[in-house]
Each structure stands twice: as C-alpha cells, then as structure tokens.
C-alpha cells in the first residue's frame, strides 16, 4: 500500500544525475511506502558502510525520520514490490532504526536504467573509498560503451598508450573515446589519465590490502607502497602496523626499504654500469647543483683509482 505524505516537500533528484540520464525529472508528490515492500536488487554498486557514520545515520533518522526520499522502481509483476534504485544507507539506517514506512520517489526504470542511476548516485558522494569508485567507474563506463566490464582496462591502456604517442590513434578519436572522456567530465572527479595511471593499478593489489581499503581502515596511497613488499607475512605484518599505528607515508616508505631484498649479489661491473646508466638518463649535468655534487664524487673516485694505481706498480 502507498500512501501520500503531503506535509514535506517534494523529492528532487540531484541535477548532476538527471543531466548524466540525459532527461529532466518531474516533480512528484512524495509517498509512504511500507519497508518490507522494498527489496534490495542483486548487483547493488556499493559493498562498505562505516559503522561511525551509519550509526549516526540512525540517531538522526530516529530523531528526525527519513528526510530525503528513496528512489525504487516497481518490480514487473510483483504486485506492490519495489526496487531500491538510490539510497541504500538510508534504507538500512531505516530498518535498524524500526520504521515500518520510508518515504520514496517511484519511477519507471528498466535493470540497466536503474543501475546505471545507483551508479551515479554513488559516485557523486564523497565518502566512497577508492575501491569501490574504482569499480563504480568500470561499471558506468561498461554500460556506457556496452561492453563486458573486463574489457574496459584494456581499452583505457590503449587509449593512454595513444595518448603517449606509443601507438597510432585509434579509440581517442572515434566514439568509444568520447564516451569515456564525456563520463569523466560529468563526473568532475579525476581525470581518464589519472585514473588509468593511479585507479586501475588498485585492482591489482593483494587481496589483504584490497580488503583493508574497501573498508576504509587505510588511504590508498600507502597501500600502493605496501604492495610493494613481495614476502606475504611481512607485508600483511607492514599493513597491520600501518593501520594500528596509523603510519605517515615515510615512515612505511622506510620500512619498505628495510624489507627489500640486498642488491649485493649483483656484480661490480653490472653496478657500475647501473650506476651510469642512471647518471645519463637523469641528465645530472643540466641542473648546475647537482652536477657540482656530481664534479666533488667523481675527483674523488679519481683521487682512489690513482692512488691504487701508484700502489700496484710499488708493491711490482
């Protein structure tokens, strides 16, 4: 059963989704749906509430209700049964805090519709952690570009690849690039770029520290470093440490450093050569300061090799 529920204003979705579903929203009376008539759908985008935060949620829905209406869509032949498409914290919040009625905005909505809009909704708030945006932004760009999830990577290392001028163009140009450059720009988030180079790299973590930044215990930059550790036991002992003691950037930076294995094995003519290698690469000699540095180091290396040099022909 619906009811009507005249004493409070309208819903109204937010202005960046009804501009990303292309289409105006009408204003609709709100309405009182029972919450046992509200089911959560199987593919729901997002997996991690903080605790703090949702019990927060339910004090203030407690004390003041549900002020801003779900969204669901009712579910084809289920007479009386909905879909939550849009607000699944609140949804929550609601049952723990004992409503038998939310207030909601129907709407008819096809699956990929009402996906695409929990997707939206989603990404637009400021507490995802970067996971689950990483994943989100998959799924919207699949939609978008009607393709399986697995193939976007590909398609976005190829775009950057192109961007790099490594390869002739061949997605930046044509309308799979401007669907995603179009998605990012609505979004107003990151950049395709800096999501190729420092988003999609987090799919690919170990899974302790996947675990650990899908429930927000750490910032994805220091799980980056973490990863870096190869020895299983000693970086999900790292990641502990990091989380328990809430450990700076530098200073997991330097217990990584620790943990590397020594170089010593290598030979000393493959280190010597590593060495100038780098030197040329880095071009030292085009900042003045450091090429001055560079001038102290290497007299004093010809001060040792003359001095062994004298010493080698006494000692003959």
């Given at each position: 059963m619906v009811r009507s529920r005249k004493t409070e204003q309208p819903y109204k979705a937010k202005a960046n989704i009804d501009v990303l579903m292309g289409q105006e929203q009408p204003s609709i009376e709100p309405l009182l749906?029972?919450?046992?008539?509200?089911?959560?759908?199987?593919?729901?985008?997002?997996?991690?509430?903080?605790?703090?935060?949702?019990?927060?949620?339910?004090?203030?829905?407690?004390?003041?209700?549900?002020?801003?209406?779900?969204?669901?869509?009712?579910?084809?032949?289920?007479?009386?049964?909905?879909?939550?498409?849009?607000?699944?914290?609140?949804?929550?919040?609601?049952?723990?805090?004992?409503?038998?009625?939310?207030?909601?905005?129907?709407?008819?909505?096809?699956p990929?519709?009402?996906?695409?809009?929990?997707?939206?909704?989603?990404?637009?708030?400021?507490?995802?952690?970067?996971?689950?945006?990483?994943?989100?932004?998959?799924?919207?760009?699949?939609?978008?570009l009607n393709m399986p999830v697995a193939e976007v990577p590909n398609l976005l290392y190829r775009m950057q690849h192109e961007a790099k001028g490594k390869v002739a163009q061949n997605v930046l140009g044509n309308e799979q690039g401007q669907a995603i450059m179009a998605v990012f720009e609505e979004l107003g988030k990151l950049s395709w770029e800096s999501f190729v180079?420092?988003?999609?790299?987090?799919?690919?973590?170990?899974?302790?520290?996947?675990?650990?930044?899908?429930?927000?215990?750490?910032?994805?930059?220091?799980?980056?470093?973490?990863?870096?550790?190869?020895?299983?036991?000693?970086?999900q002992s790292l990641l502990e440490e990091a989380i328990a003691a809430d450990?700076?950037?530098?200073?997991?930076k330097e217990r990584v450093k620790s943990l590397q294995p020594p170089t010593d094995?290598?030979?000393?003519?493959?280190?010597?050569?590593?060495?100038?290698?780098?030197i040329t690469q880095s071009k030292v000699w085009e900042n003045p300061k450091k090429w001055k540095q560079v001038q102290t180091l290497l007299k004093k290396l010809e001060v040792l090799i003359t001095e062994e040099d004298v010493a080698d022909k006494i000692n003959s």
């Open positions: 749906l029972p919450i046992d008539s509200i089911s959560l759908p199987d593919g729901q985008p997002r997996r991690y509430f903080d605790p703090v935060k949702m019990e927060q949620l339910i004090q203030s829905i407690k004390t003041h209700g549900v002020l801003e209406n779900l969204l669901v869509r009712p579910l084809p032949d289920q007479e009386n049964q909905y879909e939550l498409v849009a607000g699944e914290r609140r949804y929550r919040a609601a049952i723990a805090s004992g409503l038998k009625e939310v207030p909601v905005t129907i709407r008819e909505l096809t990929e519709q009402a996906l695409q809009l929990a997707l939206v909704e989603n990404l637009l708030r400021e507490d995802l952690n970067p996971v689950e945006e990483t994943e989100g932004i998959l799924q919207l760009l699949s939609i978008r180079s420092s988003r999609l790299p987090l799919l690919k973590l170990p899974a302790e520290i996947l675990e650990a930044l899908q429930a927000g215990k750490i910032a994805y930059t220091k799980a980056q470093l973490i990863a870096r550790v190869k020895d299983k036991e000693q970086r450990l700076s950037l530098s200073e997991i094995t290598e030979t000393p003519q493959a280190t010597i050569q590593a060495v100038t290698r780098r």
